[in-house]
């Protein structure tokens, strides 16, 4: 059973950093695309960033270049660094993997999600 549980979410000042983290488990880790999304309360789900089974990664234009993605393949492992966060980076931020994603960025292309981790910006 696949599954993916992320971590690290939790209440920050605006201007501050985030680390998340998602712990892969029931699949060949090493073989799967990893994306990041996120939803705030009334919105759809936005495409954050990703990195391929090749250890490429790929952003979106969501953050506008205040993120940082990596995997570590022998932990079954993928991170997410935020940086520099504003108010509208509050959402519920979700790791998915998908086998031959393409384009990274559509969600429907991804098979396994996790629950996701709030992540809140005050001022």
């Known amino acids: 059973q696949v599954q993916l549980k992320e971590s690290g979410g939790g209440l920050v000042q605006t201007g501050g950093s985030l680390s998340l983290s998602c712990a892969a488990s029931?699949?060949?880790?090493?073989?799967?695309?990893m994306g990041w999304f996120r939803q705030a309360p009334g919105k759809e789900r936005e495409f954050v960033g990703a990195?391929?089974?090749?250890?490429?990664?790929y952003y979106g234009t969501a953050l506008q270049g205040r993120l940082t993605i990596a995997r570590d393949n022998a932990k079954n492992m993928v991170f997410l660094h935020l940086y520099r966060l504003k108010l509208e980076d509050t959402a519920v931020y979700y790791c998915?993997?998908?086998?031959?994603?393409?384009?990274?960025?559509?969600?429907?292309?991804?098979?396994?999600w996790g629950q996701g981790t709030q992540v809140t910006v005050s001022s």
């Open positions: 990195i391929s089974s090749s250890d490429s990664p």
């Open positions: 998915a993997a998908g086998s031959y994603v393409s384009p990274l960025q559509s969600p429907q292309r991804y098979d396994y």
């Open positions: 029931g699949l060949t880790f090493s073989s799967y695309d």
